[in-house]
């Protein structure tokens, strides 16, 4: 399956031959609705079928929550390893990816690692992570700004423009506490992550925000 933000590209095969290809809206409710209707249709067991697609992000979350939901197996792979394996370059159109991301699954599977949906706490805890860090590339800029251009502009253009950026930068600080509470609170709230959580700080060099990143990356 070829996944993008909008829609997803079917194409099944059997053996080395195109059993169908189609394409479906990238929705949770139409995802597993077509795996549904497949394996009804053509009656086959989930155990029947394996499906391989690019790791793209959060677009591919829609495709694991309707696979884990159905019970066929997903195989999300690297999209560097599916566009260079065996010469293959990447198509013009969905259509054509999804057909090679097929194509590619056939003589590999014995290469395949069915991908597992993380637990709920870790889902939410990568989301927030990920939130944080923007806002906090966001600060350590308007910051730099405050320092690095008052020597550079108009004594009053630059108290107008500081006066708006400290309102940024309040809004900001205040953003990525509210973010650090809430990673505190799903760390707390789950025995085996607070575990981790506070062997990791316990390391010297290691901060609460790194020892969290490391469980995000590790799980």
Not at 15 to 36: A, R
Not at 153 to 160: E, F, G, H, L, N
Not at 183 to 207: N, R, T, V, Y
């Amino acid at each position: 399956m070829d996944v993008s933000k909008q829609s997803v590209d079917v194409c099944v095969l059997s053996g080395d031959d195109i059993f169908l290809e189609k394409q479906i809206l990238g929705t949770i409710s139409e995802i597993e609705s077509f795996l549904q209707s497949f394996l009804k249709k053509h009656s086959f067991s989930v155990s029947d079928v394996l499906v391989c697609a690019e790791y793209t992000g959060k677009y591919t979350y829609p495709l694991c929550l309707s696979c884990q939901r159905v019970g066929v197996g997903l195989w999300l792979e690297n999209p560097y390893a599916i566009k260079h394996s065996c010469g293959l370059e990447r198509g013009k159109n969905d259509r054509q990816d999804a057909r090679k991301i097929a194509h590619y699954a056939r003589p590999y599977e014995d290469k395949v690692r069915l991908f597992v949906l993380p637990q709920k706490a870790i889902s939410s805890l990568r989301e927030l992570v990920s939130e944080q860090e923007l806002y906090i590339v966001d600060k350590k800029k308007y910051q730099g700004q405050l320092t690095d251009e008052k020597s550079f502009m108009d004594p009053q253009d630059y108290r107008q423009k500081s006066a708006r950026l400290k309102v940024l930068l309040k809004a900001l600080t205040a953003t990525i506490k509210e973010i650090e509470e809430k990673i505190q609170k799903i760390i707390e709230g789950d025995e085996k992550l607070s575990h981790q959580f506070k062997l990791l700080c316990s390391i010297d060099g290691i901060g609460e925000r790194t020892a969290v990143k490391v469980i995000v990356e590790t799980n």
